[in-house]
């Protein structure tokens, strides 16, 4: 199953967007910290991999024929 770019974005974004909002619901805690960093982690990730996305399936596709 192949996402689309507007689903990759949404996929990227919104754990960041959720992070904050309840960052700004709930204040400084230590898990409002704890959830942004990991979704700014995410969103970095995300942003950094996207170019490789297509050559990355490509190359399991290929595992999974040799290992078949």
Do not use: C
């Amino acid at each position: 199953m192949e996402l689309g770019p507007y689903a990759r974005v949404t996929t990227a974004v919104a754990p960041f967007v959720a992070a904050s909002a309840l960052r700004m619901m709930f204040g400084k805690s230590r898990k409002t910290r704890l959830l942004l960093s990991i979704s700014v982690i995410w969103f970095a990730v995300n942003v950094l991999l996207a170019p490789y996305a297509t050559g990355v399936q490509q190359d399991i596709s290929k595992l999974g024929s040799i290992f078949h």
